[in-house]
């Protein structure tokens, strides 16, 4: 796992082992990002469900100003601050260990961009999507990893599912806020 481009370029990153993780294939990271390559720069990003960090950590080698990473996993949030450390990112993140219902009800930031990847098989993501909408802010996008033929809502709270992209058995699923009347989705 490394990462794709930007000021830490090539940078190797380390990852969890075991079955309870399930890293982003390059590929799909790298379609990710192309997806949303200038959306970036200057912007907050949310890597909720954070695991290795390896999202954020991305967002910020490409520019992002600033990254919130969140994992209810103290491991997994140990491997991201080392990720962290190592391309040389540590004081443009913060980490928080909590459960993603838990920090997302009571957080008062906002967001740009968020990543969510949660695991799998725990079905978060229709749950976490109505949570986070509220903290987005105006022209923020959401990006979605999941398994191929899960259903994701087709809107959450403002915001809509504008596009899918599938990489074999991996979904990404981008959601933009609702054009009002009059007003065009980007």
Do not use: W
Request: with cysteine.
């Amino acid at each position: 796992m490394r990462v794709i481009t930007g000021s830490a370029r090539g940078r190797r990153l380390i990852t969890l082992e075991g079955m309870d993780v399930r890293p982003t294939a390059d590929r799909v990271k790298e379609g990710m990002f192309n997806a949303v390559q200038f959306e970036i720069e200057g912007r907050t990003v949310l890597d909720l469900f954070a695991g290795s960090g390896q999202l954020a950590v991305e967002a910020l080698s490409r520019g992002a100003a600033r990254a919130v990473l969140v994992d209810a996993s103290k491991r997994s949030l140990s491997v991201a601050e080392r990720n962290l450390k190592a391309t040389g990112l540590l004081e443009k993140a913060r980490l928080v260990n909590a459960d993603f219902a838990a920090y997302l009800s009571s957080c008062r930031e906002r967001f740009d961009l968020a990543f969510l990847d949660p695991p799998f098989a725990a079905g978060l993501l229709p749950k976490a999507l109505p949570l986070l909408a509220p903290l987005m802010n105006e022209g923020g996008t959401i990006l979605c990893e999941h398994p191929a033929g899960l259903e994701l809502p087709r809107e959450a709270g403002s915001f809509e599912a504008v596009r899918t992209y599938r990489y074999g058995k991996i979904m990404t699923t981008i959601y933009r806020r609702k054009a009002q009347e009059g007003q065009e989705v980007r």
